[in-house]
């Protein structure tokens, strides 16, 4: 058990988008549930909060709450039980415990895990709220200062759209490569490289069985893993990401082999699909269920590709997976989309793709209020915007009337403004919040 954290602990803390909804919800509630992948920031934001830490990825703690998991509601509140998952009794005990006081700031948990694991756990609804924490976005990494908010476009109100932001796409390339792991922001490029690795390796070698998958041959879940991330941005199908996982290979695995990757990768926030959008109105047909296919961090995906800055620039990726442009444009619409699920989840929208017409309509994400109305935003790697690039948006708008709040397009180029017929073009580094 740690008491009241040292500055030395938290110091050179960035304050993250999460920060506000944390300190808005946790006098509220009585525990919240930090969910994301490893290296995210979970502990960090958690411990500026807590009185009192069981870090149960530590052994001794973990084999005290293991012997008795009431263990971790000792000490002073607000408690943090941190790798929670770790002694997966502590779940029920936190529950039982808000169910006989369920006044706020009392427990908030971390993990890299989705909760609870499917054998039987209470889901913790009504007591225990979870709450994503995804890699950092432009905004936080402090690259460019955003002058367009995603909660005024979703007000509909279609206010003007201005700045200027001098990002160019070598710096939106080294972004992407960079990661938003807040470990990895001031690493120099080796021991970036390693650290990656490292994240990785862990994965395959020790987080999966963790996650209650046993694997038998590593390499070839590194290998799937590798053709799961040539398919990011797309909705390639889970055969098509097997076949070219497989090519040449002279194991094959089923498919039932592979499913459960998916199944486990996606508890642990390895993977963070897109889901597609189905609306709860008529007024669109032939609408596509599958995902859109995204990892954590889009670093992952161009480490697990062996996509360099420079690779990319000379537009370079897998051809493993078919799709429409360069990698480039794949990875530039992943980081895209991680900003955008940060600043909707900040805004208490949800986030969905949409796939129409067999794939002859698409919008990349589709940010959705809870009355139903939506934000439709299109990324485009590309400083010029043309009639050509907003098509589907202006489709969407005709389709759908006023349910559509308002239509961006997100960019690299430099100035953010709105075309006469009213879409917002905004460079990826100039929104936030």
């Known amino acids: 058990m740690k008491h009241s954290p040292s500055t030395a602990f938290t110091s050179g803390y960035v304050r993250r988008i999460v920060d506000e909804l944390l300190d808005e919800l946790l006098p509220q509630l009585p525990a919240i549930l930090l969910d994301g992948p490893k290296a995210v920031g979970k502990t960090a934001t958690a411990t500026r909060r807590a009185r009192t830490v069981h870090d149960l990825g530590d052994p001794g703690p973990r084999a005290t709450a293991r012997a008795d998991p009431r263990t971790v509601l000792h000490g002073t509140k607000p408690i943090l039980i941190d790798e929670w998952q770790r002694v997966e009794a502590t779940w029920d005990t936190v529950k039982a415990a808000v169910d006989r006081d369920f006044s706020g700031r009392q427990y908030l948990l971390a993990g890299s895990a989705a909760a609870p694991s499917p054998d039987g756990h209470h889901s913790g609804a009504g007591r225990i709220t979870p709450v994503r924490m995804r890699p950092l976005t432009l905004a936080e990494r ?54 990656l690795d490292g994240y990785l390796a862990r994965i395959v070698d020790s987080d999966l069985e963790e996650a209650g998958l046993r694997v038998r041959r590593p390499a070839t879940v590194a290998t799937w893993l590798r053709a799961y991330a040539a398919a990011t941005s797309t909705t390639a199908s889970w055969e098509t990401i097997r076949g070219a996982a497989t090519s040449g290979a002279a194991h094959v695995p089923a498919r039932s082999t592979t499913l459960p990757y998916v199944d486990a990768l996606t508890r642990l926030r390895i993977l963070d699909e897109v889901p597609a959008w189905t609306p709860t109105f008529n007024h669109l047909s032939r609408v596509g269920q599958a995902p859109k296919h995204h990892l954590a961090d889009p670093a992952l995906a161009a480490r697990l590709t062996g996509m360099t800055v420079s690779r990319l620039l000379d537009g370079d990726g897998p051809a493993a997976i078919p799709r429409d442009g360069v990698f480039l444009g794949a990875l530039f619409e992943s980081l895209a989309t991680l900003c955008v699920r940060v600043y909707a989840q900040a805004s208490d929208a949800q986030t969905a793709h949409l796939r129409a017409h067999d794939g002859r309509r698409e919008i990349d994400v589709i940010v959705i209020r809870d009355d139903g109305k939506v934000l ?37 180029g430099e100035q953010a403004y709105r075309r006469p017929d009213g879409i917002a073009v905004i460079p990826l580094g100039l929104l936030g919040p």
């Open 142 to 195: 402090s690259v460019c200062t955003p002058t367009v908010s995603l909660a005024d476009l979703l007000t509909g109100a279609r206010a003007p759209i201005t700045g200027r932001c001098d990002l160019r796409l070598v710096e939106y390339t080294e972004q992407i490569v960079g990661s938003g792991f807040p470990a990895l922001q001031h690493l120099t490029p080796r021991a970036h490289s390693i650290a």
């Open 376 to 412: 439709a935003v299109e990324v485009k790697l590309a400083a010029v915007v043309d009639d050509h690039d907003v098509r589907h948006l202006r489709w969407l708008r005709d389709e759908l009337g006023d349910q559509v709040l308002d239509q961006v397009i997100l960019t690299t």
